[in-house]
């Protein structure tokens, strides 16, 4: 396998395993010490099955994603503007702080950069794929 498509297929499943890992925590949050307002627990709780369903489409586009180019914006997109609303939401009606989320913002920044570069290699590496209509 090229170099630039396992770098794609990384980012896919980094994506892929830290989406569910959030959202375990935003459907169960009383199991990781969660002590917000009860209004964003319920927020929480329904944002939480949209990372739930980030991360089957994560899967889906991990096994072919050369093929299957347009499933990070699908992904990203609407995984991103829940993710932001929650994160909002919680500054102002239950509490965060910004200590407290500044980990969760490195590791989305992190993963962010990741997909972007892999996605950039693998487009100058294979510009055929990125042309085409998916």
Same mark, same amino acid.
């Given at each position: 396998?090229?170099?630039?498509?396992?770098?794609?297929?990384?980012?896919?499943?980094?994506?892929?395993?830290?989406?569910?890992?959030?959202?375990?925590?935003?459907?169960?949050?009383?199991? *990781?010490? /969660? &002590?917000?307002?009860?209004? =964003?627990?319920?927020?929480?709780?329904?944002?939480? !099955?949209?990372? +739930?369903?980030? $991360?089957?489409?994560?899967?889906?586009?991990?096994?072919?994603?050369?093929?299957?180019?347009?499933?990070?914006?699908?992904?990203?997109?609407?995984?991103?503007?829940?993710?932001?609303?929650?994160?909002?939401?919680?500054?102002?009606?239950?509490? *965060?702080? /910004? &200590?407290?989320?500044?980990? =969760?913002?490195?590791?989305?920044?992190?993963?962010? !950069?990741?997909? +972007?570069?892999? $996605?950039?290699?693998?487009?100058?590496?294979?510009?055929?794929?990125?042309?085409?209509?998916?």
């Amino acid at each position: 396998m090229d170099r630039r498509i396992f770098w794609l297929r990384a980012s896919y499943w980094a994506g892929t395993i830290l989406s569910f890992m959030a959202s375990l925590q935003m459907i169960q949050s009383g199991l *990781f010490g /969660f &002590s917000g307002k009860k209004d =964003f627990a319920v927020f929480f709780f329904a944002t939480g !099955f949209f990372a +739930l369903g980030g $991360s089957w489409l994560l899967i889906r586009g991990g096994r072919k994603p050369e093929q299957r180019k347009g499933f990070l914006g699908v992904v990203l997109c609407p995984v991103l503007i829940a993710w932001v609303a929650a994160e909002i939401f919680g500054f102002a009606f239950a509490g *965060f702080s /910004f &200590s407290s989320r500044l980990p =969760f913002w490195l590791i989305q920044g992190c993963l962010s !950069f990741l997909v +972007l570069l892999s $996605s950039l290699r693998a487009r100058r590496a294979y510009p055929k794929w990125w042309s085409q209509r998916a």
